[in-house]
Protein backbone atom coordinates (compact mmCIF):
# COMPACT_ATOMS: atom_id res chain seq x y z
CA UNK A 1 0.00 0.00 0.00
CA UNK A 2 2.44 2.71 1.03
CA UNK A 3 4.60 1.73 -1.77
CA UNK A 4 1.06 2.39 -4.32
CA UNK A 5 0.94 6.18 -2.52
CA UNK A 6 4.91 6.39 -3.24
CA UNK A 7 3.85 5.97 -6.95
CA UNK A 8 1.44 7.61 -7.34
CA UNK A 9 2.86 10.62 -5.43
CA UNK A 10 5.81 10.81 -7.91
CA UNK A 11 4.00 10.61 -10.45
CA UNK A 12 2.12 14.30 -9.04
CA UNK A 13 5.67 15.57 -8.30
CA UNK A 14 6.74 15.03 -12.28
CA UNK A 15 3.77 16.48 -13.59
CA UNK A 16 4.09 19.51 -11.30
CA UNK A 17 7.36 20.05 -12.25
CA UNK A 18 6.63 19.63 -16.15
CA UNK A 19 4.18 22.19 -15.96
CA UNK A 20 6.65 24.80 -13.95
CA UNK A 21 8.96 24.49 -16.62
CA UNK A 22 6.31 25.22 -19.36
CA UNK A 23 3.94 28.30 -17.38
CA UNK A 24 5.46 31.43 -18.08
CA UNK A 25 2.63 33.70 -15.63
CA UNK A 26 4.99 33.34 -12.23
CA UNK A 27 2.16 33.63 -9.93
CA UNK A 28 0.89 30.13 -11.06
CA UNK A 29 4.56 29.48 -10.92
CA UNK A 30 4.37 30.41 -7.55
CA UNK A 31 1.56 28.40 -6.95
CA UNK A 32 2.85 25.11 -8.26
CA UNK A 33 6.19 25.20 -6.24
CA UNK A 34 3.84 25.44 -2.81
CA UNK A 35 2.03 22.08 -4.26
CA UNK A 36 5.52 20.65 -4.93
CA UNK A 37 6.75 21.30 -1.64
CA UNK A 38 3.61 20.30 0.00
CA UNK A 39 3.52 16.61 -2.45
CA UNK A 40 6.92 16.13 -0.98
CA UNK A 41 6.21 16.70 2.41
CA UNK A 42 3.48 14.00 1.48
CA UNK A 43 6.22 12.00 0.38
CA UNK A 44 8.45 12.14 3.27
CA UNK A 45 5.85 10.95 5.59
CA UNK A 46 5.67 7.96 3.63
CA UNK A 47 9.20 6.95 3.48
CA UNK A 48 9.02 7.29 7.11
CA UNK A 49 11.40 10.48 7.29
CA UNK A 50 8.44 12.64 10.04
CA UNK A 51 10.86 15.30 11.02
CA UNK A 52 11.81 16.10 7.55
CA UNK A 53 7.97 16.19 6.45
CA UNK A 54 7.10 18.72 8.74
CA UNK A 55 10.22 21.20 8.20
CA UNK A 56 9.38 20.60 4.34
CA UNK A 57 5.79 21.53 5.20
CA UNK A 58 6.39 24.41 7.10
CA UNK A 59 9.39 26.05 5.63
CA UNK A 60 9.25 24.58 2.37
CA UNK A 61 6.20 25.44 1.73
CA UNK A 62 4.70 27.79 3.76
CA UNK A 63 7.69 30.71 3.81
CA UNK A 64 9.47 29.80 0.51
CA UNK A 65 6.16 30.59 -0.94
CA UNK A 66 5.36 33.82 0.50
CA UNK A 67 8.91 34.94 0.19
CA UNK A 68 8.26 33.86 -3.74
CA UNK A 69 4.63 35.63 -4.12
CA UNK A 70 6.66 38.80 -1.92
CA UNK A 71 9.08 39.27 -4.77
CA UNK A 72 6.59 38.93 -7.04
CA UNK A 73 4.23 41.98 -5.92
CA UNK A 74 7.78 44.01 -5.99
CA UNK A 75 8.96 42.65 -9.48
CA UNK A 76 5.75 41.92 -11.86
CA UNK A 77 4.28 38.24 -12.24
CA UNK A 78 4.82 37.83 -16.09
CA UNK A 79 8.18 36.21 -17.39
CA UNK A 80 8.74 37.70 -20.99
CA UNK A 81 9.00 35.48 -24.03
CA UNK A 82 12.82 35.58 -24.69
CA UNK A 83 14.91 34.95 -27.80
CA UNK A 84 17.22 32.91 -26.50
CA UNK A 85 17.64 29.07 -28.23
CA UNK A 86 15.50 26.48 -26.31
CA UNK A 87 17.01 23.29 -28.14
CA UNK A 88 20.47 23.60 -26.96
CA UNK A 89 19.86 23.78 -22.90
CA UNK A 90 17.13 21.21 -23.78
CA UNK A 91 19.56 18.76 -25.64
CA UNK A 92 22.13 19.36 -22.24
CA UNK A 93 19.39 18.19 -19.81
CA UNK A 94 18.39 15.07 -21.79
CA UNK A 95 22.63 14.03 -22.24
CA UNK A 96 22.95 14.68 -18.51
CA UNK A 97 19.38 13.12 -17.18
CA UNK A 98 20.81 10.29 -19.42
CA UNK A 99 24.07 10.11 -17.97
CA UNK A 100 22.34 10.31 -14.27
CA UNK A 101 19.78 6.98 -14.94
CA UNK A 102 22.92 5.15 -16.63
CA UNK A 103 24.11 6.15 -12.76
CA UNK A 104 21.57 4.82 -11.16
CA UNK A 105 21.69 1.28 -12.69
CA UNK A 106 24.14 0.30 -10.30
CA UNK A 107 21.94 1.28 -7.23
CA UNK A 108 20.81 -0.96 -4.82
CA UNK A 109 16.67 -1.49 -5.05
CA UNK A 110 14.77 0.79 -3.11
CA UNK A 111 13.62 -0.28 0.17
CA UNK A 112 16.53 -3.30 0.56
CA UNK A 113 17.33 -3.29 3.80
CA UNK A 114 20.89 -4.93 2.82
CA UNK A 115 22.31 -1.48 1.16
CA UNK A 116 25.30 -0.60 2.26
CA UNK A 117 23.82 2.97 3.81
CA UNK A 118 22.40 0.57 6.13
CA UNK A 119 25.39 -1.45 7.49
CA UNK A 120 27.85 1.02 8.78
CA UNK A 121 27.00 3.76 11.47
CA UNK A 122 22.89 4.06 11.33
CA UNK A 123 22.51 0.34 13.30
CA UNK A 124 24.43 1.90 15.71
CA UNK A 125 22.96 5.00 16.02
CA UNK A 126 19.58 3.13 16.31
CA UNK A 127 20.62 1.24 18.95
CA UNK A 128 22.44 3.13 21.74
CA UNK A 129 20.84 6.25 21.12
CA UNK A 130 17.96 5.67 24.44
CA UNK A 131 20.84 4.90 26.30
CA UNK A 132 23.35 7.10 25.82
CA UNK A 133 20.59 10.76 25.28
CA UNK A 134 17.41 9.09 26.26
CA UNK A 135 16.22 10.99 23.73
CA UNK A 136 13.25 8.03 21.63
CA UNK A 137 13.63 9.79 18.57
CA UNK A 138 17.06 9.23 17.09
CA UNK A 139 16.82 11.95 14.22
CA UNK A 140 16.18 14.55 17.15
CA UNK A 141 19.10 13.07 19.30
CA UNK A 142 21.63 13.13 16.52
CA UNK A 143 20.57 16.78 15.31
CA UNK A 144 20.59 18.33 19.06
CA UNK A 145 23.06 15.87 21.11
CA UNK A 146 25.87 14.04 18.72
CA UNK A 147 26.01 16.71 16.11
CA UNK A 148 24.54 20.12 18.22
CA UNK A 149 27.66 22.18 17.51
CA UNK A 150 27.05 21.34 13.93
CA UNK A 151 23.60 22.76 14.32
CA UNK A 152 24.96 25.72 15.86
CA UNK A 153 26.45 26.92 12.52
CA UNK A 154 23.51 25.96 10.59
CA UNK A 155 22.26 28.74 12.72
CA UNK A 156 24.86 31.02 12.02
CA UNK A 157 24.27 30.04 7.83
CA UNK A 158 21.01 31.61 8.56
CA UNK A 159 22.06 34.71 10.33
CA UNK A 160 24.54 35.26 7.86
CA UNK A 161 21.99 34.77 5.38
CA UNK A 162 19.50 36.98 7.50
CA UNK A 163 22.30 39.81 7.67
CA UNK A 164 22.69 39.26 3.86
CA UNK A 165 18.88 40.43 2.82
CA UNK A 166 18.78 42.93 5.20
CA UNK A 167 21.56 44.67 3.61
CA UNK A 168 20.65 44.37 0.29
CA UNK A 169 17.03 45.29 0.56
CA UNK A 170 18.10 48.21 3.14
CA UNK A 171 15.68 47.91 6.10
CA UNK A 172 13.42 50.51 6.65
CA UNK A 173 14.98 53.45 4.83
CA UNK A 174 14.13 52.91 1.16
CA UNK A 175 11.96 54.90 -0.64
CA UNK A 176 9.53 52.98 -2.47
CA UNK A 177 9.85 52.68 -6.40
CA UNK A 178 13.22 54.85 -5.97
CA UNK A 179 16.15 53.62 -8.51
CA UNK A 180 19.61 52.76 -6.31
CA UNK B 1 8.34 -5.86 -1.88
CA UNK B 2 10.71 -4.68 -4.77
CA UNK B 3 8.60 -4.46 -7.28
CA UNK B 4 9.50 -0.41 -7.72
CA UNK B 5 13.48 -1.21 -7.74
CA UNK B 6 14.65 2.17 -9.34
CA UNK B 7 11.34 3.93 -10.04
CA UNK B 8 12.23 6.01 -7.01
CA UNK B 9 15.61 7.59 -8.61
CA UNK B 10 14.45 8.02 -11.93
CA UNK B 11 11.37 10.47 -11.07
CA UNK B 12 14.08 12.03 -8.81
CA UNK B 13 16.30 12.69 -11.94
CA UNK B 14 13.29 13.96 -13.93
CA UNK B 15 12.58 16.50 -11.20
CA UNK B 16 15.81 17.21 -11.19
CA UNK B 17 16.28 17.91 -14.83
CA UNK B 18 12.78 19.67 -14.93
CA UNK B 19 14.44 21.94 -12.10
CA UNK B 20 18.11 22.27 -14.49
CA UNK B 21 16.26 23.22 -17.12
CA UNK B 22 14.07 26.35 -15.80
CA UNK B 23 17.52 27.63 -14.80
CA UNK B 24 19.62 26.96 -17.71
CA UNK B 25 16.65 28.13 -20.02
CA UNK B 26 14.88 30.39 -18.89
CA UNK B 27 15.84 34.51 -18.72
CA UNK B 28 13.92 35.48 -15.35
CA UNK B 29 15.64 35.60 -12.29
CA UNK B 30 13.01 34.39 -10.53
CA UNK B 31 11.99 31.60 -12.27
CA UNK B 32 16.02 30.15 -11.90
CA UNK B 33 15.46 30.37 -8.26
CA UNK B 34 12.03 28.24 -8.39
CA UNK B 35 14.31 25.75 -10.72
CA UNK B 36 16.66 25.90 -7.80
CA UNK B 37 14.45 25.05 -5.73
CA UNK B 38 12.72 22.21 -7.80
CA UNK B 39 16.41 20.91 -7.73
CA UNK B 40 17.17 21.05 -4.71
CA UNK B 41 13.66 19.53 -3.50
CA UNK B 42 14.35 16.73 -5.88
CA UNK B 43 18.09 16.06 -3.98
CA UNK B 44 16.06 15.96 -0.94
CA UNK B 45 13.95 13.38 -2.17
CA UNK B 46 16.74 11.04 -3.27
CA UNK B 47 18.68 11.10 -0.01
CA UNK B 48 15.47 10.40 1.86
CA UNK B 49 14.43 7.41 -0.97
CA UNK B 50 17.99 5.89 -0.08
CA UNK B 51 17.00 5.85 4.02
CA UNK B 52 14.05 3.81 3.79
CA UNK B 53 13.93 0.76 4.62
CA UNK B 54 11.53 -2.42 3.47
CA UNK B 55 9.04 -2.71 6.04
CA UNK B 56 10.95 -0.22 8.57
CA UNK B 57 9.09 2.81 10.46
CA UNK B 58 9.92 5.99 11.52
CA UNK B 59 12.93 6.25 13.38
CA UNK B 60 11.66 6.75 17.10
CA UNK B 61 12.55 4.12 19.35
CA UNK B 62 9.17 2.38 20.72
CA UNK B 63 8.45 -1.12 21.89
CA UNK B 64 6.89 -3.43 19.38
CA UNK B 65 8.97 -2.34 16.42
CA UNK B 66 12.67 -3.51 15.55
CA UNK B 67 13.56 -2.33 12.18
CA UNK B 68 13.42 1.76 12.16
CA UNK B 69 14.47 3.00 8.59
CA UNK B 70 18.01 4.88 8.82
CA UNK B 71 17.77 8.50 10.54
CA UNK B 72 21.09 9.87 9.04
CA UNK B 73 19.43 11.03 5.84
CA UNK B 74 16.48 12.84 7.93
CA UNK B 75 19.17 15.12 9.79
CA UNK B 76 21.48 15.95 6.82
CA UNK B 77 17.91 16.62 5.02
CA UNK B 78 16.82 18.59 7.75
CA UNK B 79 20.20 20.74 7.66
CA UNK B 80 19.43 21.31 3.94
CA UNK B 81 16.18 22.79 4.09
CA UNK B 82 16.38 25.31 5.97
CA UNK B 83 19.70 25.94 4.84
CA UNK B 84 18.25 26.33 1.29
CA UNK B 85 15.10 28.84 2.52
CA UNK B 86 17.72 30.76 3.42
CA UNK B 87 19.32 31.14 -0.17
CA UNK B 88 16.43 31.21 -1.60
CA UNK B 89 15.54 34.21 0.70
CA UNK B 90 19.40 35.72 -0.16
CA UNK B 91 18.27 35.12 -3.99
CA UNK B 92 15.21 36.61 -3.77
CA UNK B 93 16.11 39.42 -2.01
CA UNK B 94 19.03 39.75 -4.65
CA UNK B 95 16.17 39.92 -7.50
CA UNK B 96 14.60 42.64 -5.58
CA UNK B 97 17.47 44.85 -6.40
CA UNK B 98 18.09 44.38 -9.97
CA UNK B 99 15.10 45.32 -10.00
CA UNK B 100 15.01 48.67 -8.49
CA UNK B 101 18.76 48.76 -10.48
CA UNK B 102 17.63 47.83 -13.92
CA UNK B 103 13.52 48.19 -14.05
CA UNK B 104 13.86 44.16 -15.01
CA UNK B 105 14.49 40.59 -13.95
CA UNK B 106 14.66 39.47 -17.33
CA UNK B 107 18.84 38.15 -18.12
CA UNK B 108 18.69 39.45 -21.69
CA UNK B 109 17.71 43.09 -20.87
CA UNK B 110 20.22 43.21 -18.01
CA UNK B 111 23.10 42.16 -19.80
CA UNK B 112 21.49 44.83 -22.77
CA UNK B 113 21.85 47.85 -20.12
CA UNK B 114 24.75 46.73 -19.19
CA UNK B 115 26.39 46.90 -22.86
CA UNK B 116 24.76 49.90 -23.78
CA UNK B 117 25.91 51.54 -20.55
Known amino acids: MAEFVDFILLGFLAVVALAMTRLRNLFAVAMLSGIYSLLSAVLFVVLDAVDVAFTEAAVGAGITTVLMIGTLALTGTEEKISGRHTMIPLLIVLFTGAALIYGTLDMPAFEDPQAPVHQHVAPKYLRDTPIETGVPNVVTAVLASYRGYDTLGETTVIFTAGLGVIILLGLGQRKPGGTA | ?117
Open chain 2, 1 to 117: MWAFGLYNYWIVIVLMMAGFYMVIAHGNLVKKIIGLNVFQTSVFILYISMGKVGGGTAPIISEGFTRYSNPLPHVLILTAIVVGVATAALGLALAVRIKEAYGTIEEDEIVKADTLS
